[in-house]
């Protein structure tokens, strides 16, 4: 089954940044060195990540991916 749920820093931190981290090095193939990735635990900060309302989408209970965003703006979407 799929669902999106609220974003629950003590059980989905550690998935988020896997997703992220996997998408990031996809995104960068063919346009960027290798060099210009960074994990999202050292970016999030400066990213400013948590500043933005997030949901996480589940399939099967699995976290597969997440939506971040701001009065303005979707801030990320993986």
């Given at each position: 089954m799929f669902a999106i749920r609220d974003y629950l820093h003590k059980t989905d931190w550690?998935?988020?940044c896997k997703i992220h981290d996997n998408a990031?090095?996809?995104e960068l193939e063919g346009s960027a060195s290798q060099d210009a990735f960074i994990p999202l635990k050292d970016c999030y900060e400066d990213e400013e990540l948590f500043d933005s309302t997030i949901y996480v989408?589940?399939?099967n209970?699995?976290?597969i991916g997440f939506v971040a965003f701001d009065k303005n703006e979707i801030t990320w979407l993986i």
């Open positions: 550690n998935q988020i990031r090095i996809i989408s589940e399939f209970d699995i976290t």
